[in-house]
């Protein structure tokens, strides 16, 4: 079982909608969560950590912590074109884990 | 967050050659840089962990005397591809961990071998 998964897309959501993006982890001592967005051809920027269960908001984006389920989510809120890329989910900062992203298209 | 700044962003070396890639910390006193490499449409992979004053932590399967890494400063590291073959062009790419243990990334470098 790899240490963090995610669904690999590509995901394809209309301007507007909402873009969930899904991520499991295997590892049940995790206490650290991030979510980059990586542009091609681009080095990852950060976008939300989360360290408690429950949702944490940051303008357009939210991510979402469940521990017992070991998973994380995001969401982003009226998606724009802007914001198609691959999106990683990360576990840890000692030794980060990424998933291998989710590629994320946003039609006009 | 922190800054952190990569160079080159691009180079071309020729087979056989030596490239360096400096990492620099630019606000923030780095104790410990990463170094991934990412290939086309692939994740990023982890390649060492690169701790200053000391020896850099290297991740399975990745040759140390291929890929120099050192941190001799708390806002400096540097990665020296030796040897290098056009297998090894890849998106090179350093981070930061920061004091509340969050990792910020550098631009990244590419590198192509002829």
């Known amino acids: 079982q790899k240490e963090v998964e995610q669904n690999s897309g590509p995901l394809s959501v209309p301007e507007g909608a909402i873009a969930s993006l899904n991520c499991t982890y295997s590892?049940?001592?995790?206490?650290?969560f991030f979510w980059y967005r990586q542009y091609s051809g681009k080095s990852p920027e950060l976008i939300m950590s989360i360290y408690s269960n429950g949702d944490k908001e940051d303008g357009r984006f939210t991510a979402q912590l469940n521990k017992a389920s070991q998973y994380v989510s995001l969401l982003i809120r009226d998606s724009q074109p802007s914001d198609s890329a691959t999106y990683l989910c990360a576990v840890n900062p000692i030794r980060l884990t990424f998933g291998t992203g989710t590629r994320l298209t946003i039609i006009p | 967050g922190a800054v952190v700044s990569q160079h080159p962003s691009r180079v071309i070396c020729k087979s056989g050659t030596s490239v360096k890639i400096e990492c620099r910390s630019l606000d923030f006193q780095a104790t410990t840089m990463f170094w991934y490499r990412q290939f086309p449409k692939q994740s990023l992979m982890l390649m060492a962990t690169?701790?200053?004053?000391?020896?850099?932590?290297?991740e399975q399967g990745v040759e140390k005397d291929k890929f120099l890494i050192n941190h001799a400063s708390l806002t400096l590291s540097t990665l020296t591809v030796t040897s290098a073959h056009p297998e090894d062009s890849s998106f090179y790419i350093c981070?930061?961990?920061?004091?509340?243990?969050?990792?910020?990334f550098g631009e990244g470098s590419w590198l192509t071998v002829v």
């Open positions: 690169s701790n200053e004053g000391s020896k850099a932590t290297y």
């Open positions: 981070s930061v961990l920061d004091f509340g243990n969050t990792i910020y």
């Open positions: 590892d049940r001592v995790s206490q650290s």
